[in-house]
């Protein structure tokens, strides 16, 4: 079982930036693909990064590309998110999954484990 918490979500002005983490518990969470998702209401989730726990190989959507980093510590067993020049269109609940997937995978199906969600909003 691992359990993930979001935290370092919030209020920034567009053109800001925010750094968002995922902590997570259980012993072997180092084997696990990780990723961020997001969502508004109304929308579906939608796949924003995702990094493998083996090489660190990272997988990105157009949306955030050159904008979004994602970063694990697995000695901490942490996954981040630093998200630079932040648009309004950004504003979501952001969530962190994990994974194990042998791939690293954009489909939200492929994730067995969700946190609860961190809000983000972008004033304009």
């Known amino acids: 079982q691992v359990q993930l918490v979001e935290s370092g979500g919030g209020l920034v002005q567009a053109g800001g930036s925010l750094s968002i983490s995922c902590a997570a518990s259980?012993?072997?969470?180092?084997?696990?693909?990780a990723a961020w998702f997001r969502q508004t209401p109304g929308k579906e989730r939608e796949f924003l990064a995702a990094?493998?726990?083996?090489?660190?190989?990272?997988r990105y959507a157009d949306s955030v590309k050159g904008r979004f980093t994602i970063s694990r510590d697995n000695a901490k067993t942490t996954v981040y998110l630093q998200m630079n020049s932040l648009k309004p269109e950004d504003t979501a609940v952001y969530y962190c999954?994990?994974?194990?997937?042998?791939?690293?995978?954009?489909?939200?199906?492929?994730?067995?484990?969700w946190g609860q969600g961190t809000q983000v909003t972008v004033s304009s």
């Open positions: 999954a994990a994974s194990t997937s042998f791939l690293v995978t954009t489909r939200q199906d492929s994730y067995d484990y």
């Open positions: 990094v493998g726990w083996s090489n660190g190989n990272t």
């Open positions: 259980g012993r072997t969470f180092s084997r696990y693909n």
